[in-house]
Structure formats: structure tokens, C-alpha cells
């Protein structure tokens, strides 16, 4: 446990989280998005991100996209429990990339450290462009590729003054993603001061999850993540007999099986849960939280423990997690593709 985790867990025994919090929401704001210094957003930049996205072009054999496992109408996820890519089936889900942009590290075991490293279009970094299981494609080639599509040699020239190069295709892609933040949620306009933005159910769910339900501990204001790695006790499905998470990246005893904190933004959207899709719907999730996640596991985060919540709070919890849906993101739209 870190003094942050200590700090929100002291916060909901002692009640200093509540009273403190109803008067003053700007704890809960979403931040402006942090964005690169050598990678600035602009209007054309976005628009060829949202394009490239979308292009199955980027991929061997032009049969898939990043949308293709991100689907908007699904909050950004994947539409099975585990990803299919080039190589079949994949040990873990898609999770969202809605809101990712804040994230200080990707994957669901924090193994890259910025938005156009994640891509897997720069050298020496792999991901879903690169990566064989996935879009498997060979980034020269399909830097050749989108060179020799006229619309897109007028675009990169438009925005980055020169050619389709690794780098290029990397920064527009991320400024894209840097777009897809839920600041229109109705949670969001409750947090900026309209007061019936949610309703009163919501506004109960909100208070169980900075109290009795202590989701706040790891989903901490304002990204409703900390950022951190925990072992919740998810069970192990899909083809895989086990996924070591974050370990695999930290080799620390402690990490073996902790995965990262996801932001729920939009989460009410999504088909499936979890680092390996292992539940379908929310009420899956807020079950496995009230029964103390798996206590059988050693390795479990001491966080995590039985929350005896009666059915009308569970009912309000969910319609918490409902309230933090922006639909601007779930109506993303396929862009024309040059
Ligand atoms: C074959 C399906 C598939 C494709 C295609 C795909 N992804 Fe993913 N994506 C995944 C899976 C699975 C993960 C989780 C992998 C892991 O954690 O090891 C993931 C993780 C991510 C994350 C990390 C989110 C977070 O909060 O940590 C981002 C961002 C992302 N993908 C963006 C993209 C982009 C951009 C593209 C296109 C260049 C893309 N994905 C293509 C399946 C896919
Ligand atoms: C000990 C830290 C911790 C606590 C407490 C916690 N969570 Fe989580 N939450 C996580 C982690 C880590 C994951 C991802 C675990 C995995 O994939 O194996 C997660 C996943 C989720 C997901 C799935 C989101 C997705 O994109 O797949 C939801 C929904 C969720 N939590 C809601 C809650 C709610 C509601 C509470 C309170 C009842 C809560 N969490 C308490 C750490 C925590």
C-alpha cells in the first residue's frame, strides 16, 4: 500500500473523504490532456490521426485497424473477450482507449510509457502496428504504402511538412487518442457545478465509491485511476494459464498478477472487463468486488475485501459508473479514407 492508497483508505474510515468532498467537487475535474511538447494538437494532425486509426492499410495484408479492436460504440474496447489479431487470439482483452491519453503508463502491464511509443510504429518499440499477434505489419512497408496514396502524401506534407515516416504516423495517431477524454460526461458536468447532470441514485452510487465500497482507494479523482498495479483477484480465463501482469515488466514477487487501474470513464460502454475480458457486464464486477475479489489468491491487494453491500447499493453504484459515459465518444464515426 502506498501513503496515497493509505491516505484515501484513512479518508473513507475516518468520513473526512465526504464531508470534505460535498462542498468542493474540483478534486474530480478531469485535467486538461498533457500533450508532448514536440507533438502539439492541431485541428489537421487530429483529423489525419482519426483517419490513420481507422485505415486498415496500416496492417499486413490490409485486414485490420486500431479501430477494429477499439470499437467507439463499445467504449473503446474490444468486442470479444480476448483480441484477435494476426496471430488469433490473444491472451488479454482491448481495453479502452478512451482516456489513455492521461495515462503515465500503457498496457495492462504499464510496458510503454507514452501514447506514440504504444502505437508500435517507432523503431525498437513494440505494439499492435508491429506487433506480430496483431496488425503484424512491417512499418517500412507500410510507410511505402501510405506514400503512394496521394491523399495522404497531400496530408503528413499539410501537417508535418514532409512524407509518411515512423514517427509521423506515431504523433498523429496520438494526438487522435489525445482527443478521446470524457469531459461531456454527465459526471463531469455534475463535477463543474450542474447539479442534476445525475441523478439522485448516481449521486448515492458516488458516495459509496469514496466510502463504504472504497473503489476510491485505487480508482482515485480525478483520472478514477492511481496510476498503480494491483492484483484484484480476477480470474485467470482465455488461453493463457497464466498472465503474470505486471511482473512481467517490474520482476517483483509483489507484482505477480497485477494488472493497471483502469479509468472507468466510459466503462458502462464496454462489452467486457478486465485484463482478459473475464466478466461481461458490470454487475459481474461489482459482485466480484462484494465478495472480497479472490480471497484464495495470496497475492491479492489487502485492499481488496468483502463489501456486504445491500442490492440498492449495488444498484447505486452502477448507476454511478453509468453517469461517467461521454456519448461523444461511443458516436466516433469511421472518417473517408483517402
Ligand atoms: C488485434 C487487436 C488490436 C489492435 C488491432 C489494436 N489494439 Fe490496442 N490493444 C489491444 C490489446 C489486447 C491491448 C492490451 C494489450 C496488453 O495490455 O498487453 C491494447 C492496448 C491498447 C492501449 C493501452 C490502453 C491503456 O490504457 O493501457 C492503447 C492506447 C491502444 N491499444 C491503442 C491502439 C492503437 C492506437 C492501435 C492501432 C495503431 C491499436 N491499439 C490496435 C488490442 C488491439
Ligand atoms: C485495490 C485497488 C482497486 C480497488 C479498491 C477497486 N478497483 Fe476496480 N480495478 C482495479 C484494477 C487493478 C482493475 C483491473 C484488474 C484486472 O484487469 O485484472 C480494476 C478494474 C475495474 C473495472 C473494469 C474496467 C475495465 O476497463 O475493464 C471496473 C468497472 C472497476 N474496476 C470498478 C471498481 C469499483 C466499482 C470499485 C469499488 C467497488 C473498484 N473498482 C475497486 C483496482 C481496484
Known amino acids: 500500500m502506498t501513503i496515497r492508497h493509505a491516505f484515501w483508505l484513512l479518508a473513507i474510515l475516518t468520513g473526512v473523504a465526504l464531508t470534505a468532498q460535498a462542498e468542493d467537487l474540483s478534486d474530480w475535474r478531469l ?17 489525419l490521426g482519426h483517419q490513420l486509426a481507422f485505415d486498415t492499410r496500416l496492417s499486413k495484408n490490409d485486414s485490420i485497424s486500431c479501430a477494429g479492436c477499439h470499437l467507439p460504440f463499445a467504449g473503446g474496447g474490444g468486442h470479444t473477450p480476448r483480441a484477435f489479431g494476426h496471430g488469433g487470439e490473444l491472451g488479454r482483452w ?6 489513455a491519453a492521461y495515462a503515465e503508463t500503457l498496457f495492462w502491464d504499464g510496458r510503454a510509457n507514452s501514447l506514440e511509443e504504444q502505437t ?33 502524401r497531400k496530408q503528413f506534407k499539410k ?3 514532409g ?8 504523433k498523429a495517431i496520438a494526438a487522435f487518442e489525445r482527443t478521446l477524454v470524457a469531459t461531456q460526461s454527465p459526471f463531469q458536468r455534475y463535477v463543474r457545478g450542474e447539479k442534476d447532470a445525475i441523478s439522485e441514485a448516481a449521486k448515492r452510487g458516488f458516495r459509496l465509491f469514496r466510502g463504504k465500497a472504497r473503489c476510491i482507494t485505487c480508482h482515485a479523482p ?22 503474470v501482469g505486471r511482473f512481467a515488466v517490474t520482476k517483483d514477487e509483489d507484482d505477480l498478477r497485477a494488472f ?6 466510459n466503462a458502462a460502454s464496454l462489452q467486457f472487463f478486465m485484463h482478459d475480458g473475464a466478466f461481461a457486464t458490470l454487475e459481474e464486477v461489482i459482485e466480484h ?34 453517469s461517467l459515459t461521454d456519448p461523444r465518444l461511443d458516436r466516433i464515426q469511421r472518417p473517408r479514407l483517402p
Open 289 to 322: 468486488y462484494d465478495r472480497g475479489g479472490n480471497p484464495k489468491d495470496p497475492k491479492q491487494d489487502p485492499l481488496i475485501q468483502p463489501l456486504r453491500l445491500s442490492k440498492q447499493e449495488k444498484e447505486d453504484l452502477l448507476a454511478f459508473l453509468k
Open 94 to 99: 482491448a481495453p479502452t482507449w478512451d482516456n
Open 222 to 243: 480525478p483520472l478514477l485511476t492511481d496510476n498503480g498495479f494491483h492484483n484484484i483477484g480476477v480470474p485467470q480465463v482465455g488461453p493463457l494459464s497464466e498472465d
Open 260 to 265: 493497471k487501474t483502469p479509468t472507468l470513464y
Open 31 to 47: 485535467p486538461p490532456v498533457p500533450v508532448p511538447a514536440d507533438n502539439p494538437q492541431t485541428e489537421e494532425k487530429i483529423a
Open 163 to 170: 512524407p509518411a515516416t515512423p514517427q509521423n504516423i506515431a
Open 159 to 161: 501537417v508535418f511538412g
Open 120 to 152: 508500435g510504429a517507432l523503431p525498437g518499440h513494440m505494439g499492435p502496428i508491429s506487433s506480430p499477434d496483431e496488425m503484424a505489419g512491417d512499418i517500412q512497408a507500410i510507410v511505402k504504402k501510405l506514400n503512394a496514396i496521394e491523399g495522404y
